[in-house]
């Protein structure tokens, strides 16, 4: 098909890419929400997906200094406040900071992300590089996974509440804020690439973007299912429990 | 221990880091060598290396363009020759993508990259992204896994022509050339390294980036471990074989 799609079809194609690649689909993350993961997989999930998180407003960064008009940096310079806060212990990053030591973690060793994956590394890295040098349109299409991080957000809360003694309410707070800032920066985003994919092309662009992070996301828990699930796989050097795995399944 | 290595000291260091770290010790690697690999195992193994291979020839003109006289440039100017060739069909480029033909995959959807696994890309792009954005001398050390290649060339070559009947000599003739350039490029980078790492930072800064180098071909066997191997994990849009999978043991 190469007719340009409506702003209709196009939110509708987007959202199809959401139904068949995003992360909420993954084995890890069923074992996550489940119960099925002992303590140090999760801490392994929390402790990778810090670089993660820390590595998001510098890509917003990276992203605000091209785009060209006053109104579209100030939408955009609220995500660094969200992530960043606006003083210490505020902001996304403290709160998954939050999140690891709730789970066991040192934070001082999470922050030196020195036990992280390298393939979280590079998936994360890949993602950065990306919005720096692919077209604004594909960068701001690329953050659209916000559409579809309400319904995990809800699932995690719901499931890791129930099923792990070791995480509280106070452990999940980064994921409340979450609630109501992914849908207004996924409206602003979305708004964005209707508007500005102005051919097929353009389009397909914006569909691969999306379908791009949509990787990103999915080789992050990947590389956590290939380290802590399968036996026997976890690289030299990266983050192992001090103590000997305990089942906490439900 | 923070004193200067000796140039002796600093190899040493090197090869414990390969001896340790290198991907030849990675169980996907053993199944391959060892006859254990199903033909589609074969198959995603070659269709993933194609794009480490393909992005080397980028990596190597990346770095080229950093070294600052004429000498360097025209030893390191001996990769680009060695992996693009002097004319079509020449260069490891080429005899990579007959090696994949002679293991079954055609050679338009092997240049084409679209069946890769993400986190193949993911990994060889962070080692191009790592020779533009880190020192020279970092950049230079990351070719280091050159020491190292021709142990495990040794072992590929013999034991996949031993236990697979669709793997001939001539699909495999890639190596044969790899087994003196690698050597070659390895002593031009090792003298380099111990000439130029001044200081005890410096010498870990090289020491670091064989590691990282070492993880970036780890992340790949890694990612087709998980892909291939663990049942079920294949990421959508991905290679497949066509047929369903023989087992293809000795």
Redesign the interface.
Known sequence: MTEKLTPAQLESALRDIGA??YHNLH?FHKMLHSGACTREQVQAWALNRYYYQASIPRKDAVLLARLPDAASRRAWRQRLVDHDGEREGDGGIARWLRLAEGVGLDAAYVESTAGIL??T???V??YV?FVRERSLLEAVASSLTEMFSPTIIAERVTGMLANYDFVSKDTLVYFNARLHQAPRDADFALDYVKTHARTREEQNLVLAALR?KC??L??QV??L???YV?P??V??GVFLAPQADVALAS
Do not use: Q
Request: proline share 12%; aromatic share 16%; no cysteine.
């Open positions: 068949r690649h084995p390298p393939a590394r590079f998936a890295d890949a590089t791009f990787d990103v999915w080789a990947d590389a299912y290939s380290a399968v026997g796989m690289p030299h």
